[in-house]
Nanobody, 120 residues
Framework: QVQVVESGGGLVQAGGSLRLSCAAS????????MGWYRQAPGKQREVVAA???????NYAHSVKGRFTISRDNAKYTVYLQMNSLKPEDTAVYYC??????????????WGQGTQVTVSS
């Protein structure tokens, strides 16, 4: 079993910052790609940022230059530093981890989501 838990969401004014954290635990052999997704009301879930085990990153165009994704492989943790937040960043943010388990089974695990609300 693998658990993925996000934290760090909340309410912030436009222009402010938040830092999201996501920790994976359980029967983990290694974690490949990790990423952050978000889903706003009435919209499809979209990728925000992703990072490989080696540290290569990719960002959605809408957040490039404002958000930074990073990870700590030893702690099975991924972070999302969000600066210069805009009301359109309001969404539930989900963490995704591509895990190779100790049973040698590879699977994408999702967290339960954390709400980020940016007021204007």
């Amino acid at each position: 079993q693998v658990q993925v838990v996000e934290s760090g969401g909340g309410l912030v004014q436009a222009g402010g910052s938040l830092r999201l954290s996501c920790a994976a635990s359980g029967s983990i052999l290694t974690i490949n790609d990790m990423g952050w997704y978000r889903q706003a009301p009435g919209k499809q879930r979209e990728v925000v940022a992703a990072i490989t085990r080696g540290g290569s990153t990719n960002y959605a165009h809408s957040v490039k230059g404002r958000f930074t994704i990073s990870r700590d492989n030893a702690k099975y943790t991924v972070y999302l530093q969000m600066n210069s937040l805009k009301p359109e960043d309001t969404a539930v943010y989900y963490c995704n981890a591509n895990v190779l388990t100790t049973y040698h089974f590879e699977y994408d695990y999702w967290g339960q989501g954390t709400q980020v609300t940016v007021s204007s």
